[in-house]
C-alpha cells in the first residue's frame, strides 16, 4: 500500500532548458526559484472590480459577504463579525475593487476510514482550473481508479508534462487509462505524483459515465490545496473577476468621459469595460479583437454589464491604420472609421462556445469541447498545424473526429434555437483617431497563475511574441493623436516582451516619452541590456525605471506577473 498519509503539493515548473537558462541570467538563481514557486499557486486573494454604473461598492460589499456566508462551500472560511473586515474589503489604493481572501495551501488527509481513496487524474489545463476554485469537468478527467462509483471520494491529482527518454515533453497517459492500483498510478513514479495531488472531491459520476459522457461535472471538489470564494457568475453583471494588475492597466490609461479609447487587443473585454466604467459609459471606446469568437464575447460581456459606450469590432489590429480617403462616401457617419459595415451572420462555433462557456467557473467546464472548437477546427486536417493543436490539447486524431462530429450535430440543434449574432467589421482607422490606445497584446502569459508547465516556450518563440508586439505598437503610435496617451501592458515576467518592447517604442519613435504612472503598485522596470542567447538587446535606463511596473509574483502584493507602460504622444 502507499505510504503518503499527506502527499503535498509540491510541482516543480518545467521550463525549456535554454529558456529556463535564459531567466536565470535575467533574474538570478534564487529569485527565479522564488517566482517559478509563486507561479504554481493562485495569488491568495481574488479582486472583484465593482461595476459602479450599476451598483455603489458598498452595495456589492454587503450583497459579496451575503453570498460567501450562504455559500455552500465547505473549503472556504466564512465571512462572521469578527473577520468580515479581513476576508471580504475595498482596496485601499483601487478603489471600487474589492479583495476576497482565500487560504492556502492545505494539508489534505487522502486516507479516508477503508484506506487511501480511489484516485482521479486530471489534464493540466484542468488543474490549473480546479486551483483557480473550479470543480473538475468531464473533459478534464485523463484517467481514474477502476471501480469509481458515484458518490465515492476521490483523490484528485494531476498528470503534468515530463521529459520522456527521448527529450520530448509527454504527458504519460491517455484519456481513459485506468489505474492499476486502488491510489498512485504505476505509469508515474511515486514521488513525482506525490508533488501532484491538489485535493478531494465527491464523483458525480461513475468511472465508465465520466469518459463516455461530453460535459458535465465529474468531481465535485470538497478539499482542495487552494482555496478561493466560489466567485464565478456571481453577482452578473455587477462584478467583474480580474486580476489586480490588469485592473491597474486599466487606470493607468485614465480615460475621460467623452474621449475617444481604442483598445487594440481586447478580448474578453475585461480592461475594455473597466475603461468604460472609468468612463461613467460617455464617449467612445473601438474595442478591436482579430477573432469573430472573442468579439462575441466582449459583445456579451458589455450587454451583461449595462454598458453602451463600446463598439466592439473584429478586425486585425496589424492592418488596423487605413491612409486617409480622399472619396468621402467611403466614409460612414462615424467620420474616424473607414468602411464600416454590419455582417449578420450566424456562425456554429460561436453558437457552441457560448453554449459551453455560459457561467462557467474557469475553464476545465468543457475545456476540451472549447478547444477543439476553437484551435483544431479552422485548422485542416491532415496539416501539421492541425496535429500540433491537437497533440497541444491531448487528443487523439480518432478521438479529435469523434468529438467534432458530436460537436457539429449538437450544433445543428443549438442553431435552431439561437438568435441571429451579429458581428461589424471595420477596414480600420484614419491615422490620429483616438485620445488614448491600450495595446494589451498576446503575449507568453509566462506570469499567469497558478501555471503548472511551461516546457512548451522556447527562445524563439518569445522572439516571436516580441516582434508581433512591436508590429502592433506600430500601429498605435499612428492612431493615437499627438498629445494623446498609449498604454502598453502584457501579462508576462519575460522582459524581452516588456522593457525590450519599451526600449523599441522610445528609440523608433522620437515623439514618444515614457510618463509616470497612476496608481503605482508594481516594481521598477529591469534596466542595461538582455542577452537571450541569439541577440542582445537594451532594455530600460537608469532614469526610466520608476516610469514603469512590473508586477512580480513573487514580490508581497502576490499578483500575476505583469507589466505596465505608459507613453505620452508629444506633438511634434
Ligand atoms: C492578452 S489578450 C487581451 C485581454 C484583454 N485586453 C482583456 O483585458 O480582457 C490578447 C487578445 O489579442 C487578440 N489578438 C491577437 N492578435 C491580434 C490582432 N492582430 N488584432 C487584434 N486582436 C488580436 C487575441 O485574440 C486576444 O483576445
Known amino acids: 500500500m502507499v505510504e503518503q498519509a499527506s502527499p503535498g503539493y509540491r510541482p516543480n515548473l518545467q521550463f525549456n532548458a535554454d529558456v529556463e537558462a535564459f531567466f536565470r541570467r535575467v533574474f538570478g538563481m534564487d529569485h527565479f526559484e522564488a517566482i517559478c514557486q509563486a507561479l504554481t499557486c ?8 465593482v461595476n459602479t454604473l450599476q451598483k455603489t461598492c458598498q452595495e456589492v460589499l454587503t450583497n459579496l459577504l451575503k453570498v460567501l456566508k450562504d455559500s455552500h462551500t465547505t473549503s472556504i472560511s466564512k465571512p462572521d463579525e469578527a473577520n468580515e473586515d479581513t476576508l471580504c474589503f475595498e482596496h485601499p489604493v483601487v478603489k471600487n475593487t474589492i479583495v476576497v481572501q482565500g487560504d492556502g495551501p492545505h494539508q489534505i488527509d487522502y486516507i479516508g476510514k477503508h484506506g487511501v481513496f480511489k484516485e482521479v487524474v486530471v489534464s493540466r489545463k484542468c488543474a490549473e482550473s480546479v486551483l483557480r476554485g473550479a470543480n473538475v469537468f468531464v473533459p478534464g478527467v485523463l484517467a481514474c481508479s477502476g471501480h469509481v462509483e458515484q458518490g465515492d471520494i476521490v483523490a484528485v491529482s494531476v498528470a503534468v508534462e515530463h521529459l520522456d527518454e527521448k527529450g520530448d515533453w509527454v504527458v504519460g497517459l491517455t484519456r481513459g487509462t485506468i489505474l492499476l492500483s486502488e491510489h498512485g498510478n504505476a505509469q508515474l513514479e511515486q514521488n513525482e505524483r506525490a508533488r501532484c495531488y491538489i485535493g478531494k472531491g465527491r464523483a458525480m459520476l461513475s468511472r465508465t459515465a465520466i469518459f463516455r459522457e461530453l460535459h458535465g461535472i465529474a468531481v465535485e471538489m470538497v478539499d482542495r490545496v487552494y482555496s478561493l470564494p466560489p466567485l464565478h457568475g456571481v453577482l452578473k453583471g455587477d462584478i467583474f473577476l480580474q486580476n489586480l494588475p490588469s485592473i491597474v492597466a486599466a487606470r493607468v490609461l485614465d480615460p475621460q468621459p467623452g474621449e475617444r479609447i481604442l483598445d487594440m487587443c481586447a478580448a474578453p473585454g475585461g480592461k475594455t469595460t473597466a475603461l468604460a466604467i472609468l468612463m461613467k459609459d460617455k464617449g467612445t471606446i473601438v474595442a ?4 469573430h469568437n472573442k468579439v462575441m464575447d466582449i459583445k456579451k460581456l458589455t450587454e451583461e454589464m449595462k454598458i453602451t459606450c463600446v463598439h466592439s469590432y473584429k478586425l486585425d489590429a496589424l492592418k488596423a491604420v487605413q491612409a486617409e480617403q480622399k472619396n468621402s462616401e467611403c466614409l460612414t457617419t462615424r467620420e474616424c472609421f ?4 454590419t455582417v449578420e451572420c450566424t456562425t456554429p462555433e460561436v453558437l457552441l462556445f457560448h453554449e459551453t462557456n455560459g457561467g462557467n467557473p474557469g475553464l476545465a467546464q468543457n475545456s476540451k469541447t472549447c478547444r477543439v472548437t476553437d484551435y483544431c477546427l479552422d485548422i485542416p486536417r491532415g496539416s501539421p498545424d492541425r496535429e500540433v493543436a491537437e497533440r497541444k490539447h491531448y487528443l487523439s486524431n480518432a478521438k479529435a473526429i469523434k468529438e467534432e462530429r ?3 450535430s449538437r ?3 443549438a442553431k435552431k434555437y439561437q438568435d441571429h449574432v451579429t458581428v461589424s467589421h471595420v477596414k480600420g482607422f484614419l491615422p490620429h483617431t483616438f485620445d488614448r490606445v491600450l495595446l494589451d497584446p498576446p503575449c507568453s502569459a509566462l506570469g499567469l497563475r497558478p501555471r503548472l508547465f511551461a516546457g512548451l516556450e522556447t527562445i524563439e ?3 516571436r511574441h516580441a516582434i508581433y508586439q512591436k508590429r502592433l505598437f506600430d500601429q498605435a503610435v499612428q492612431l493615437c493623436r499627438p498629445g494623446g496617451i498609449i498604454v502598453y501592458s502584457t501579462c508576462t515576467i519575460n522582459p524581452g516582451e516588456n522593457e525590450a518592447v519599451v526600449r523599441y517604442a522610445l528609440d523608433t519613435y522620437g515623439c514618444l516619452s515614457l510618463i509616470h504612472q497612476s496608481p503605482y503598485l508594481g ?4 534596466i542595461g541590456t538582455l542577452d537571450d542567447g541569439v541577440s542582445c538587446k537594451k532594455l530600460l535606463k537608469e532614469e526610466e525605471k520608476y516610469l514603469v511596473q512590473r508586477f512580480d509574483p513573487s514580490g508581497p502584493l502576490d499578483t500575476i506577473g505583469f507589466f505596465i507602460a505608459k507613453f505620452q504622444v508629444n506633438p511634434s
Open 42 to 49: 493562485p495569488s491568495s486573494y481574488a479582486c472583484v472590480r
Open 288 to 291: 478591436i479583437d482579430r477573432s
Open 338 to 341: 473607414v468602411n464600416e459595415e
Open 406 to 408: 458530436k460537436l457539429k
Open 411 to 413: 450544433l445543428k440543434e
Open 461 to 463: 518563440g518569445l522572439r
Open 523 to 526: 516594481e521598477p522596470g529591469l
